[in-house]
């Protein structure tokens, strides 16, 4: 069983609407982080969380420490939003590799 | 500049080569990895170098060898590879003080294929 589970695994918008992708994890964690992988393979952080919520621009992080669970939200979505969502777990602090979920293949259509 | 850069960005190697992957920042970070990414699954912990000193080695095979000559360089030297270790091979960085997590900046990576 991974560490770290996401859904939904493939989802499917169109413009506009508001997204949300879950994040649960079973152990315990020094962040959870969210991160976003376009087609080709770059990897960008958008959100390191330890508690509570995170907002950039159109996209919101939250995590509940006590019920070990995290969701990525993005509001107004646009198709240059569609890619890959992955959560992932810091196990310690300091140089500690990231485990992580399966990721979400998130489409928007136009 | 929040730029981590890998070369080469495509490599082909046989079975009996010897060849090398090179990450490079220049953030001051003192943390940098190594993950694989087989298609359409989550990338995988190999290395962990924090301080210039392996800290973490998740059982990778002898055959990937880490190498962290200074605290800006990240090498992966590869010899003796099986087709299965094709993948997308992906470099990372971040801070290292214990106690505190850090962000991660990712590579573009290297797609890797063994023939």
């Known amino acids: 069983k991974n560490e770290v589970e996401q859904s939904p695994q493939n989802l499917t918008a169109q413009e506009g609407e508001f997204i949300t992708i879950n994040c649960s994890y079973s152990v315990g964690i020094s962040a959870l982080h969210w991160l976003q992988q376009h087609p080709g393979g770059g990897i960008v952080s958008l959100f390191m969380l330890s508690s509570g919520k995170k907002k950039h621009g159109r996209l919101i992080a939250t995590i509940n420490i006590q019920e070990k669970h995290s969701s990525l939200h993005i509001t107004a979505s646009h198709p240059r939003d569609s890619a890959v969502y992955i959560c992932a777990r810091g196990l310690g602090g300091g140089a500690d590799g990231l485990t992580f979920g399966k990721g979400t293949h998130l489409i928007i259509q136009p | 500049d929040t730029e981590v850069t890998q070369t080469p960005k495509h490599l082909v190697m046989g079975m009996t080569n010897k060849k090398s992957l090179k990450c490079e920042q220049h953030?001051?970070?003192?943390?940098m990895y190594w993950y694989k990414q087989k298609a359409k699954k989550p990338p995988e912990l190999m290395f962990v170098y924090s301080y210039e000193k392996l800290s973490i080695n998740e059982s990778v095979p002898s055959r990937f060898s880490p190498e962290c000559p200074n605290s800006s360089l990240l090498n992966l030297h590869l010899h003796a590879l099986q087709p299965e270790d094709s993948a997308l091979y992906l470099c990372?960085?971040?801070?290292?003080?214990?106690?505190?997590?850090?962000?991660?900046?990712f590579g573009p990576g290297t797609r890797l294929t063994v023939t």
């Open positions: 953030m001051g970070h003192r943390a």
């Open positions: 990372a960085s971040s801070g290292a003080g214990t106690g505190f997590p850090y962000e991660q900046y």
